[in-house]
């Protein structure tokens, strides 16, 4: 069995390149979905969450991550809306959110995680929403303070594959980081397991407790998935984009008329830094670096290593 692995430059640039603002609570949450056989209403729910990492529950150092310590807490909920069906209830609860912290930083003060759990839904063939909601986001310059990561589950039998759905897969860094007044573009990173076509669109509140506006100085292009900072001054501060990634079958151009299979949330932090100097004296990846998009199967269990080369700009003599 092989993982792929989809690298992006961009993000690992932008994850490290500026430092990042004081913050507490609530930093990033996606989730994304698999029935464990084609056939049966048992899904597999994988989700990926950041919190300030100076609160009791989520402190993470090296033992926490050797000992696979579970942090966190709180419950992951369903709901569906046919109230006709005595099997479609208003809410239960269908998992923890407990984590296990795969990364952490002292000096910036936050804890990453992921986890998974296991749900045998009702055999009715209702459309499930799976949902974790509370209070409250990181201080933000723009947007409220309440969140909220949810999915869609449809558990119908697809007619052109002939087995339950799966949902679209992203990697995306918790963080991302532009400098203030230079131009920048990110490319999320999405793949789905049925060769399905992925749009990436603003979420609406009701999926993310954020209108599309969060972040007011960036263009999404929803096919390709990539997120435009267009510059300007007077830009710096923290924002939330919350995105829902949707697949449609493949092939699919005229989006507006065919529905999606399922919708997954995405959210992470967009941290706008002033800085002096020209937009041009970044680090360039360079030598043996693995090419941006590039994809590789490393087997579970197995080590993978990678070498990245950085050129420094010697910005003294511009």
């Not at 998935?225 to 267009?230: F, M």
């Not at 984009?241 to 005229?254: I, M, Y």
């Amino acid at each position: 069995m092989a993982r792929r692995i989809i690298r992006n430059l961009f993000i690992l640039f932008i994850f490290r390149w500026l430092p990042l603002a004081e913050a507490s609570h609530f930093r990033h949450g996606m989730i994304m979905w698999a029935p464990t056989d084609s056939y049966s209403n048992t899904v597999r729910f994988n989700f990926r969450l950041a919190w300030r990492r100076s609160s009791g529950s989520n402190f993470c150092d090296q033992n926490t991550i050797n000992q696979g310590s579970l942090l966190g807490g709180g419950s992951w909920t369903a709901s569906c809306t046919n109230a006709s069906n005595p099997n479609c209830l208003s809410s239960i609860t269908v998992g923890g959110a407990n984590y296990r912290c795969t990364d952490f930083s002292t000096s910036e003060d936050w804890t990453m995680g992921e986890n998974n759990f296991t749900y045998a839904f009702p055999p009715a063939g209702e459309i499930w929403t799976v949902s974790f909601s509370s209070c409250c986001w990181i201080s933000l310059s723009r947007g409220g303070s309440s969140w909220l990561v949810s999915t869609s589950v449809n558990l119908a039998r697809r007619s052109d594959i002939g087995r339950i759905n799966s949902s679209p897969i992203s990697r995306s860094a918790a963080y991302v980081r532009f400098r203030e007044g230079c131009p920048q573009s990110l490319r999320i990173p999405v793949e789905d397991p049925d060769g399905d076509v992925v749009k990436c669109r603003h979420a609406t509140y009701s999926e993310s407790r954020f209108n599309y506006d969060s972040f007011p100085y960036g263009v999404l292009d929803e096919k390709s998935c990539t997120l435009k900072y267009e510059g300007g001054s007077n830009t710096a501060g923290t924002y939330v984009v919350a995105l829902t990634l949707e697949d449609f079958p493949a092939g699919t151009t005229n989006f507006s008329n065919v529905k999606p299979f399922s919708a997954v949330g995405l959210q992470f932090l967009v941290i706008i830094s002033s800085h002096s100097g020209y937009c041009n004296d970044t680090p360039v990846f360079t030598g043996n670096t693995p090419q941006d998009g590039e994809c590789s199967e490393v087997q579970v269990g197995s080590v993978y290593t990678a070498v990245i080369q950085v050129s420094v700009a010697d910005v003294s003599k511009q």
